[in-house]
């Protein structure tokens, strides 16, 4: 009788924590068609759709995850002075998680590669950045690595 019990707690608090966790995402394409200075002064118009992907989660504790992720899907462009012809790849992504006692932790990172073609030069931008923060406002963590080449 004691282990029917037990189960029965552990089932009821198994459909409590279940019930108050939940997720939403949403995934869209965003069209792009911009015009990006290069390196060198030149002009290069870029058009495609940017994926975009972003979650909400609430967790059984009272947390909260927030995430998104956009990466290029079919991005290109021009050089208006040379013709060179340029691909975007890469990646961007953001997680954040907020705990019930007020703490925050959040990495982002962005892979941003505009990749010529030709023999010309690329513009490679990556970044890693991340931020601990306590319950009590305390940074613990923070850092933000950043390159580019030109």
């Known amino acids: 009788m ?20 939940w997720a939403a995402t949403t995934v869209q394409k965003i ?4 015009e990006v200075g290069l390196c060198n002064g030149d002009t290069l118009d870029l058009s495609g759709t940017l994926l975009d992907s972003v979650t909400t989660t609430a967790t059984p504790s009272g947390g909260t995850i927030f995430a998104f ?14 013709g060179t012809v340029f691909h975007a790849t890469g990646l961007t992504r953001e997680v954040d998680v907020f705990s019930p006692p007020g703490g925050i932790t959040s990495t982002f990172a962005n892979r941003f590669h505009i990749q010529a073609t030709g023999g010309a030069q690329s513009y490679i931008v990556s970044e890693t ?11 613990t963590v923070s850092f933000d690595n950043f390159s580019s080449t030109c």
């Open 2 to 21: 004691r282990r029917l019990c037990m189960a029965a707690v552990v089932v009821i608090a198994a459909l409590t924590v279940s019930a108050t966790a």
């Open 31 to 34: 069209p792009i068609d911009i």
């Open 69 to 82: 992720h956009d990466n290029p899907q079919g991005i290109s462009g021009v050089d208006t002075t040379t």
């Open 129 to 139: 950045e991340h931020i601990t923060i306590t319950p009590s406002g305390t940074v």
